[in-house]
């Protein structure tokens, strides 16, 4: 056996082994088997109740929306080329293999098949995915699986796109600028004839001509998330043709970077080094349970101070300042995908009504919950430190959070208000329960924090966070069920019992964290 | 002035800190000694209040916990505080302004003095790891604290930056302050301090004074290796 092989294979056994050792771990994939046992069962529930299962949405929507997927994850992976590259290595691998008598070729070989095993593990989260795609489009399972493949292969694409344009283009500005060119023109060449062709069709029936456009066979030969739709969507819809073509073009892009990268230059070691002691430092750094801090690589300090602040509210304005120089303004990148996302949706659920899309948003709302530089504050000393009541400087630190919170409801209930057809007053509840439902949702991360950051297993952590959360919000979702019930009360009024519920609740948890940040032991 | 008094900290089962006393005078610089895991960054962490503890910490006579003692406190962690997003100024600033501090020219006296001054408007994460632990030493003491603990502080400083803190060390001392210094580089404490407390296996195992007074006539670094490797308590 080739070392490379021994090494791959042992990798992969003990990953194994640490999963089942770790009961941890164990319990989290009972749980998530469970969770995912559901979501195939509920999706068969119309069926089996006797309900049409003829899909309710045609076909080209779900090809069009893979276009838009699969585009997105690779445009997202390979634009890390161009600022710190990507690479498939792990700081081990360039310490102990790089340095191996071991074939330049057979290393590049191995980094690309563990990157592939990584890139489908990646996909996982689409399974949770399978009710409303089987219930809109009749998406069976193994199709499913064949949508999670293209996810897989559209991250791969992108990593390996990365990797050569890193490659490349280290050397040169101006070549990195002309990579920057082509990566973002081909797609946006896409756009404006997507654009084009809507503005020539007219005003009328904007929403299904906008995914005819995108299933059509023009976007499908976009690079190299139009390809993959279009194996994808071919395979689903039996257009094999398409799907031929789809994963011909797919294979050769691939076939043609890796030659690129070898032939071109095959002494990449250099290339992938910066990134891989990068990736390093950020495992190591999230070892000693430090947030890595996203920060632009070229950094803009502008206006230099403060400006304000004194004794716990200067945590505030320096929060200000980091955001400012770290190009986030009142949203993250994450929050607005997530928010056109729910915007999207709700023209998916307008028979389903706004507290349907509510409740989605709100689901929604678990992963992107935003309590600004909070986490990282936890791993320094000075919020201990500060001679500040605990209780003000949590707020202080947590103050930064709601003028986005405020925005992020607005800019995903106003859209959606006027796509449901809801009156103003209605919009105006919605976005009352989802700033609501927001300072829950921050009030259950600080009782998060306060609990359970000592407990050192990710998996383990992200098990108690989901109990935690769905623990917080039965007493609200409770009063807003009741309130329907018992007053016969409309929507409007449900999502008021549900704030009135939700706004107490977060204050109170607050109040019983108070001390959170009376000593770092707390925090983990 | 700092007085730790039978300070026990467990992680779990395991026993960190053991019934832990020492105190340090006002205008004295004490230094902690021992081998790794002997528990005197866990001691360090106990008095700057980030740990929880069973026993009794006073900083000028007040609980260590309490918004004096905070007040008093400048504590300089193993691994360099610094913010990536601010420049080396403002983290001064802001810490003066969290500590309530007006602005009476100490942060650039600092600055000046460790070499920073030049570099009062590159970012955090522009600074090598030399220059962070400078930097995190100027926001420790840019609130004029008057109980100063250092954990492991010559670790990553060039050699000016060394002979620097020495001179800090000194100064701090003589303007009344108590300094508490943990190492485990004895060759870098020998030339100033007043009292030093070797830790073994979570226990002070032995205590040296710097005064002709001192009965103990073997050099701190003799005791230091009779102590953990030759298992003696003194």
Redesign the interface.
Known sequence: MTALRYLFLMRLKNRFLQMVRKPATFIFMLFLAAMLALTVVSAFIPEMEGESVYPEVPMYYLTGGLVVVYSAVFLLVAAKGLSGGASIFTLSDVNLIFTSPLLQRSVLFYGLVQQLGASLLLGFFLLFQFSWLHQMFGISFPQLLLIIVGYAAATFCGQLAAMAMYSLTVDSERARKGAEFVLYAVPSVFAVYLLVSLAAGGLADPLPRLMAGLSGPVLRCMPVGGWLAAFVGGLINGEWAAAALGLGATLLSCAAVVFVLVKKDPDYYEDVLQTAEAGYSAILAAKEGQLAESVPKNVKVGRTGLGGGWGASAFYYKHVLENRRSRVFLLSAQQLIFAAVTVAMAFFMRDAGPAAVFGFSTYMQVFTVALGRFNRELAKPYVYLVPEPPFQKLLQCLREALPGTVTEAVLIFVPVGAIMGASPLETAVLILARVAASALMIAANVLMERLFSGVISKVLSTLLYFVLVVAAFVPPVAAAVLTSMLASFDMAGALLAFSAVCVPEAALIGFLCRDTLQYAELNG | MLTVEHVTKKYGRTLANDDVSFAVEDGSIAVLLGPNGAGKSTII?CI?????FDGKIEINSQPN?S??A??A?G?I?E?P?T?????V??HL???R????CEDDGRAEELLRRFELWDKK?K?G?ELSKGMQQKLSIA?ALVHRPTVVIFDEPMVGLDPHAIKELKEMFRELRDGGACVLISTHMLDSVEDYWDEANIMVSGKIAATKRNTPEDGDSRTLEQLFFDVTEGGEHA
């Open positions: 962490k700057t209040g980030l740990l929880r916990k918004l004096e905070k007040r406190l504590y962690p691994m505080a913010y990536d997003l601010l420049t100024a403002e600033e802001f810490v302004r969290a500590y309530r408007d970012l994460k926001c």
